[in-house]
Every structure is written in structure tokens, then in C-alpha cells.
């Protein structure tokens, strides 16, 4: 069986799910529920005293998936490391997802912020899954200092625009010792697809779920589009390279 | 007694941790807290006791990518 | 997971049979590929792939013209001692064997070493036996110390040493390991190794990982040509190249190509390599490993050598002496093996200026290392 082993630990599913931006709590349930996750990340915020929501963890069965609490939000490493506290201490187990986005802009990862916040989280004990820019020696440094997967992004959040990373990824992926999920930008089940069949070990989606008119649909369909992926990848693909023009003769002089 | 909660000043009669988030009806199994800018483990909640113009910052998780 | 651990989950025999039955079409997706899989390795390796040689060669061209330009680097061997305690069947240093033996003294490592100097090489090459009552680690500390401040690059292929002794090399100015493994079959370097130090398998497997950790920036590793069946060999040196980019990932690989060659006791070679097999092997390696640097010794004639030059070599040894004070003196009845290409530093640059290629000396620079001791 094909599994995704992260930090010791099995799952039969590659597609992470992300439930931030859905339009109620029902249509986050559903996607989950159709793409067949086995993760999903959260995020942690200020509970509004005055008005305090219906905690959208009570929808989320604890025993079916396993919880990703993100550190969006965070603009340095002291907030990022403080929000991974928080979330242990609230009775999760110690997995996060890392993410240090001080540009509000574009939501690009901070990289020296969380190699810092990486370098304690680890120490720690928390298997952190750091979120960054496709940068091959951010990922090495990264792995070096005991993450559990890297995280590279295809597009930045919410774009949609698939995998114009293209070619940092396979870079990553070639010299990666951990797990490569490709997180952000995801914006098509061809691109989760895509992803996979360069080599990925995994892709996170959120925005496009959210935002689909179906998103149950939608995830059914993602949940397709990563086992296509896989599976061509492991069927062994054909053509990848370009043909390049052939220069004089080099084997000639070998006499039989 | 007057906590400072999520910024906010608030009168409240609640005299442990535990005991303040039944007051705002929150899940104690949804939330994290930090008292006085320490980080309270979820397994003390009702037996941290509070003082008079503590600060808090009660945190829950929502949706996110 | 060390590489260890990876070799002992490899069935050799199991290995040889996958490359065998791979099929050209098997041949034909590999060479399509834009990076190899080790699947991909196997199918090139393989009987099938001796009918794409030319498109082999062809894709190592393009890859290493892209990668390193036009460009070879020239270094030089100094052999600092050629006293072994091992029993190695296949060496001329082998400690049966009745070569005469000789260490050379701090004194006689700097006569070599100002020969090479002034013959234009500042990458060089330090080689011993192993033979740990007669040439150890201070030794060798000593010999790098003197003869540093001549050379940009010091590199040692040596016994394997301990981490702490890499450490320590490293401190003393050594920025470069070559090790090679001889055969990664388990059984066969048992019986080809029946005495000596040497004769510990998983050392010397694992030394390259040691350096690594040491903080050595160039490792080489490679397989004698002749000895196990060259296409698991070069699988197995193949995964240890791949394993050894992504876990010393600031350190630069190469690969080397020792082809058996006449030596004192000759041991003929179970498994000989022909020059065609040789050619496939080199190019695989270029195309799995884009960066790594290609070496190709003096032990190949020189008409060889040129061939292979555009095949993706990209260091060169030139005008070489694989005998302690050989440089200094004209006595090479020490020699470790024959040296076929004999021409010398200048005469090697001309071919390569020739060719188009540019001959390079000086490729680093000790200035460049802040910590280095002084």
C-alpha cells in the first residue's frame, strides 16, 4: 500500500485540506468528508468575548482527522513559536503547520522567521510541517534542522494559479529527505495532479474548495485528481525532457 | 473581580480558569489561554485561580489554511 | 538512515537481475527523463542501453556543457607513503607483496610538492596506505600543514579515518575525501580483502559520511572497475552518490573510475571492464548526478582519455607518479600502478586548449574560508 509516512506515522491519503474562507461550517464538513483528508489544518484567533461563534472543532471529528493547527497570523518567529504553545496547550497533539507571513499582501512566507521558529519548535518536540517559498536551500536548512516535511508553495495563497513554481519544486523534491507537500495556489484538481506527478508527496488545498459552488463536489474531485497524480507517478511517466539538437558523433571511437 | 480579557475589561464572577470560560460559555475543550502572558495547560484550568486585574487571552481555534 | 542501512536492504544478485532485464523501451523513458530515478539508473546500466550509447553520450555532453561549460580542472596525486598492512588482492601495495617500500619525509613531501607547484597544479591529490604504525593522522596533519600554503585545494585519499580525524584534517587545510568503496558487494570484498583494517566493510562504507559530517566540502567516491560485475557496482555507486547530495548537501560529490590496471602480484581482474562499458558508465553517471564532478586518473591511455573528455570528465590528473618521491627522482619502482597516460602538465594543457576546452588549476581558494587555522 502506498502510504504518506510523516514523522513515523502512516496515512493513505495525500490531499491535506485546509478550512479556512468556507461559507459555513456544513460546506467545510463536506469537502473534508468528499476528498477523503486525513488532515486538516486550523487556525488559532482571539475568541471574541462578546460574541463568542460556535466553535467550528466541534464539527471537526477528532478521531477521523488529525488536527494541523496553523500559525497564520504570526509575523516573527516569538509569535509563531508562541501560537504553537498555544495550541499543545489547548490539547492538541504537537503537530503544526508553520507559517510566518509577515506581508499581507501576498501572505509570502517569511524564510529566516521560520527557520528560526523551526529550530525551537523543533527542539521542542513539535513536528513541524514549515510553510515557505519554493527555495531548495531554505528546504535543506529546514530539513537539516529536523522538520518533519517541507511545504513549498505552488502560487501564492488564495491565487489559484497551480504550479508556477514548477521548477525550485522539483528541485526540492530531488534533494529532499522528508516528505515535499506542495501547499498554496492549488487552484485546479489538474494542478493537485500535477504536483503529484512531478514527485510531490502531498498537496494542501483550501481556497479552491471554498470558494467552488460545490465545494463537496469539489473535493471529490481534488481527492481524484491527487490519486491520478500518485498513480501516474508511480506507473512511471514517459517524455519530460525537451529534445535538444545533437552535436558530432562522441561513441565512435569505441572499435567493437 | 476586573480581568482584562482579550484586551477588554470585564466584571466577572467566576474565580477559576475553568470556571470563567463556563461564565462566556466557551468549550474548555476549544480553547487555549494565556494568563498574565504564561501559557495555561488545558489540564489546569480548574485549578488556576484568578486574581484581580489579570490579563488574559483566550484563544480558539477557527478556520484557516 | 545511513547508506548503511540502504546497502543492506539491496540483494546484489536480485539488483543484477532487474538491470539485466530491462528492455530498450525501459532505456528509451529513462533517457527521456529530465532526472533519474534509480529505476531509471538500472535501465542504463543495462545490456539494453549498450543500443543508445551515442544518445547517452550525446545527453552527458549536453548536461555537462551546461553544468561546467568548457571547463576541466588538473590535479595531481602525491603519494606521501606507500606502506600498507592490508592484504588487498588486487593492489600493489598489498602487504605481501615484495614492492619496495618507502615514506617520504616532510622534507621530500614539500621536493614533491614544489615539483607539481611549478608545474602549475593547485589541487592535489595526498595517497598512502594504510598502515597505522608507519603513517597516521599526525603524520599526514603534518604533511598538509607544510605543503598548504603551495596548493588552493588539498584533497587525501587515504585509509578511513574517524570523524575526529576528519575534523582535524579539516583544520588542518584538507577540503576534500576521495574513498573508494572497491566493490559494494558484501562477499566479494570480503574475500578480496582477507587481512588488514580494510577488510571492515561498514567503516568504509560509512566514511564518506563521516567526512561529510567533518565538514568536508569535495568527497569522491567510486568503484575499481574489474572487480564485481560493473553494472550492480555502478548502481550501488550510483544510490551512495544520490544519498551522500542530499545529506551532505553543502558538499560536492564526484565520482571516479579506476579501471583495474597491471600491478606488482598482478590479480587478474574476475570482471573486466571494456573501454564501450566504460563510456556507459560514465555517461549514466553524469546523467544521474548533473553536478557531480567526473574524475578520470592517468590510468587510461591518453587517446582514451581525450575521447572521454566530452563525455562529461571534468577533472583530469596529468603528468602523474603514483610512486612516493616519484616526482623528485626517477625511480618508480614504488609505483602502485602504471600510469598509461604519460604526458605531461603541458602537454595535457594543450590538448584541452586544442579542443576548446579551458584547463583550469585553481578552482577554490583557501582565502574564501574565514575559520580556516593559519
Known amino acids: 500500500m502506498d502510504q504518506l509516512i510523516i514523522s513515523g506515522r502512516s496515512f493513505n491519503s495525500r490531499l491535506m485540506v485546509g478550512t479556512g474562507k468556507f461559507s459555513s461550517n456544513q ?32 464539527h471537526i471529528d477528532r478521531n477521523r482527522y488529525l488536527l494541523l493547527p496553523n500559525t497564520s497570523g504570526a509575523r516573527d518567529a516569538e509569535e ?44 521542542e518536540g513539535f513536528i ?29 495563497i488564495g491565487t489559484n494559479k497551480g504550479v508556477r513554481t514548477r521548477e525550485q519544486i522539483a528541485i526540492i523534491i530531488e534533494q529532499a529527505i522528508v516528505p515535499v507537500v506542495v501547499d498554496a495556489g492549488l487552484g485546479a484538481p489538474s494542478h493537485a495532479a500535477e504536483a503529484m506527478e512531478m514527485g510531490a508527496d502531498a498537496v494542501l488545498v483550501n481556497t479552491a474548495l471554498a470558494v467552488a459552488r460545490d465545494p463537496g463536489a469539489m473535493g471529490a474531485a481534488f481527492r481524484k485528481g491527487v490519486e491520478a497524480g500518485r498513480e501516474a507517478y508511480l506507473a512511471g511517466l514517459g517524455e519530460q525532457r525537451q529534445q535538444a539538437e545533437a552535436s558530432s558523433p562522441l561513441t565512435g571511437f569505441l572499435r567493437d | ?41 488545558s489540564s489546569q484550568f480548574a485549578t488556576t485561580a484568578l486574581n484581580e486585574n489579570d490579563r488574559l487571552e483566550v484563544i480558539q481555534f477557527v478556520g484557516g489554511g | 538512515m545511513s547508506f548503511l542501512e540502504i546497502i543492506n536492504s539491496c540483494k546484489p544478485a536480485e539488483v543484477l537481475r532487474q538491470i539485466e532485464a530491462k528492455t530498450l523501451t525501459d532505456v528509451d523513458r529513462a533517457l527521456a527523463q529530465e532526472r533519474l530515478q534509480p529505476d531509471d539508473l538500472m535501465a542504463l546500466l543495462s545490456p539494453a542501453a549498450e543500443q543508445r550509447l551515442e544518445q547517452l553520450a550525446q545527453q552527458a555532453h549536453r548536461i555537462t556543457r551546461q553544468r561546467f561549460g568548457k571547463t576541466v580542472l588538473l590535479y595531481a596525486p602525491i603519494y606521501l607513503s606507500n606502506e600498507c598492512s592490508n592484504g588487498c588482492l588486487y593492489c600493489g601495495f598489498n ?53 598548504k600554503p603551495l596548493f588552493s585545494s588539498v584533497a587525501i585519499e587515504v585509509y578511513p579515518m574517524s570523524e575526529a580525524g576528519y575534523r582535524r584534517m579539516v583544520a588542518a587545510g584538507v577540503d576534500g575525501l576521495t574513498i573508494y568503496q572497491e566493490t559494494y558487494n558484501r562477499t566479494l570484498y570480503e574475500q578480496i580483502h582477507p587481512y588488514g583494517k580494510k577488510r571492515n566493510y561498514d567503516f568504509r562504507l560509512l566514511t564518506p559520511e563521516r567526512g561529510g559530517a567533518a565538514g568536508l566540502r569535495r568527497i569522491g567516491i567510486g568503484f575499481l572497475q574489474g572487480l564485481g560485475n ?124 586544442s579542443r576548446g576546452y579551458d584547463p583550469v588549476w585553481k578552482d577554490w581558494d583557501r582565502a574564501f574560508l574565514s575559520r580556516e587555522a593559519r
Not at chain 2, 34 to 41: C, F, G, P, R, S
Not at chain 3, 245 to 268: N, Q, T
Not at chain 3, 301 to 322: K, N, V
Request: one cysteine or more.
Open chain 1, 27 to 58: 460546506a467545510m464538513v463536506a469537502s473534508m468528508e468528499a476528498s477523503g483528508c486525513e488532515i486538516v489544518t486550523v487556525a488559532l484567533r482571539r475568541v471574541d468575548i462578546d460574541n463568542p461563534a460556535d466553535s467550528m472543532l466541534a
Open chain 1, 80 to 123: 509563531a513559536v508562541r501560537l504553537a504553545r498555544l495550541s499543545r496547550a489547548a490539547g492538541c497533539e504537537p503537530w503544526v503547520k508553520l507559517e510566518v507571513t509577515p506581508d499581507p499582501y501576498y501572505l509570502l512566507p517569511d524564510p529566516i522567521e521560520t527557520l528560526k521558529a523551526a529550530e525551537i519548535l523543533v527542539k
Open chain 1, 128 to 156: 513541524v510541517l514549515p510553510y515557505i517559498n519554493a527555495d531548495p536551500v531554505l528546504a535543506k536548512h529546514l530539513q537539516e534542522a529536523g522538520t518533519a516535511t517541507v511545504m513549498p508553495l505552488g502560487a501564492p
Open chain 2, 1 to 41: 473581580m476586573q480581568l482584562v480579557i482579550n484586551g477588554q475589561s470585564r466584571e466577572v464572577s467566576a474565580e477559576s480558569l475553568a470556571e470563567l470560560l463556563v461564565e462566556l460559555q466557551l468549550d474548555t475543550s476549544h480553547v487555549a489561554v494565556e494568563l498574565n502572558q504564561a501559557i495555561v495547560e
Open chain 3, 95 to 147: 602487504a605481501t607483496n615484495k614492492t619496495a617500500r618507502k615514506t617520504l619525509n616532510l622534507d621530500e613531501i614539500e621536493r614533491e610538492a614544489r615539483v607539481l607547484h611549478e608545474q602549475g597544479f593547485r589541487h592535489i591529490l595526498l595517497v598512502t596506505g594504510e598502515a597505522p604504525g608507519k603513517f597516521g593522522d599526525d603524520q599526514l596533519e603534518a604533511a598538509v600543514q607544510r605543503i
Open chain 3, 230 to 353: 560493473f553494472r550492480s557496482e555502478a548502481f550501488f555507486t550510483g544510490l551512495h552518490a544520490l544519498y551522500l547530495s542530499k545529506h551532505f548537501w553543502r558538499s560536492l560529490i564526484s565520482i571516479s573510475f579506476p579501471r583495474m590496471r597491471p600491478a606488482e602480484g598482478a590479480f587478474p581482474p574476475p570482471n573486466p571492464v571494456s573501454d564501450r562499458h566504460l563510456v556507459q558508465l560514465i555517461c549514466t553517471m553524469r546523467l544521474l548526478v548533473h553536478d557531480a564532478g567526473l574524475v578520470m586518473s592517468t590510468r587510461e591511455s591518453a587517446t582514451l582519455r581525450d575521447h572521454l573528455l566530452p563525455l562529461g570528465i571534468t577533472q583530469m590528473s596529468a603528468g602523474s607518479c603514483t610512486a612516493p618521491g616519484g616526482y623528485s627522482s626517477e625511480d618508480q619502482s614504488t609505483q602502485q600502478f602504471a600510469i598509461d597516460d604519460d604526458r605531461s602538465p603541458a602537454e595535457i594543457c594543450a590538448m584541452l586548449s
